[in-house]
């Protein structure tokens, strides 16, 4: 038998093939909740043909239509098959053994599990009880030797969010120390704070990472992209696989992108069933924990049994998130919700309304 290298022998991973939740209503992993409206639905069929199903895609036209989107020349620009690819990709390309990695936590895992995976020195920075972050504590570790700071922003699990002068503050100190900084907004669009993305261009340090999987809804095609100056994307690009963006994921964001008006609704039905969430639940004691992102954490007064609560919402077709999955991506003591439009929500508390009054539902 021949071993692997000592840093994937050692490397501790979660495996996760993924099981059937069709028949759920699927508030446990942060995506889309409701299928696209059937004209957008049948529109994004039509870009499909027979012809070009034989061919490697051209991703020549979905640069074209994201630089335009983004308005930034193509050349700050690199796809890649989802925002954990691009994470892996700065990893691969910037980071040796001994490098010194600075980043939340919690945040989202397989920034930590690259970390052990290409041997990096960690440095995390956490939040107090009430999910404050230390940001002085961040500030203070900037050091000569960190050579990348991955900033999640909004961050999950927490669903906070840095402030304008803090993100500057950061980019000021990490162009001192010469680190690279890593601002991961896949969570960014429900935040209602501008990209990082305008400080790409006077910035050279800087990458943003976007993912077509949250608000534009298309977790399944796995695409994301990297923007950053164009030296940086020559960089990266040496790691790409090739052809590694497939026809589905090119044709369904282009036509997206030209339908972005399907996006914002649903990204602002979201926001006000947040609201909905905090109004309702508050009045019978459960505290909402204000997100900037499309989930919401329900911390409920600590009698209640939330591991049987999630387990009799699944019974009514919900898939909810409990502590104890394995992974840093629920809070203590919390449930998480991924935030569906109206609608959808008001069902949902409906469906959790009788569980709160049931006294099964508590610690005996």
Not at 45 to 58: F, G, I
Not at 90 to 105: A, C
Not at 129 to 144: G, V
Not at 237 to 264: C, H, M, P, T
Request: with cysteine; glycine share 4%.
């Amino acid at each position: 038998m021949i071993k692997p290298k000592s840093n994937i022998l050692n490397l501790m991973r979660m495996k996760d093939f993924g099981t059937d939740r069709t028949s759920f209503i699927r508030f446990d992993k942060n995506e889309r909740t409701t299928p696209f409206p059937d004209a957008i639905y049948q529109g994004m069929l039509k870009t499909l043909s027979n012809e070009s199903l034989t061919m490697y895609p051209d991703q020549n036209p979905l640069y074209n239509k994201l630089s335009e989107f983004l308005a930034i020349n193509k050349d700050h620009l690199l796809l890649t098959p989802g925002s954990d690819a691009a994470i892996k990709s700065i990893y691969e390309t910037y980071v040796e053994s001994g490098d010194g990695v600075l980043y939340l936590w919690p945040t989202y895992a397989m920034i930590d599990v690259y970390a052990d995976m290409f041997e990096a020195k960690k440095v995390k920075i956490g939040y107090s009880d009430d999910l404050e972050l230390d940001f002085k504590s961040l500030i203070d570790h900037l050091e000569d030797d960190i050579r990348v700071v991955f900033i999640a922003n909004p961050n999950q699990p927490t669903g906070t969010l840095l402030t304008k002068e803090q993100i500057e503050q950061l980019i000021q100190k990490t162009e001192e120390t010469k680190s690279l900084l890593v601002f991961d907004e896949a969570y960014q669009a429900f935040s209602g704070q501008d990209s990082a993305v305008k400080y790409v261009k006077e910035n050279p340090h800087i990458m943003v990472v976007q993912t077509f999987s949250k608000a534009i809804g298309l977790a399944s095609v796995r695409l994301g992209y990297i923007v950053t100056q164009p030296i940086n994307v020559n960089w990266l690009y040496k790691v790409k696989s090739y052809a590694d963006i497939n026809l589905f994921a090119v044709k369904i964001g282009e036509y997206l992108l030209d339908n972005y008006s399907v996006v914002e609704e649903y990204v602002d039905s979201v926001n006000r069933s947040k609201d909905m969430l905090e109004l309702e639940l508050g009045k019978l004691g459960i505290e909402i924990i204000k997100s900037y992102a499309n989930f919401v954490h329900l911390k409920f007064p600590e009698y209640y049994d939330l591991d049987l609560i999630a387990k009799k919402m699944k019974s009514k077709g919900y898939l909810i998130r409990t502590t104890g999955s394995g992974l840093p991506a629920v809070l203590e003591g919390c449930i998480r919700v991924t935030v569906g439009p109206l609608e959808q929500i008001k069902l949902f508390i409906k469906n959790l309304l009788p569980l709160l009054a049931d006294k099964n539902s508590r610690h005996i």
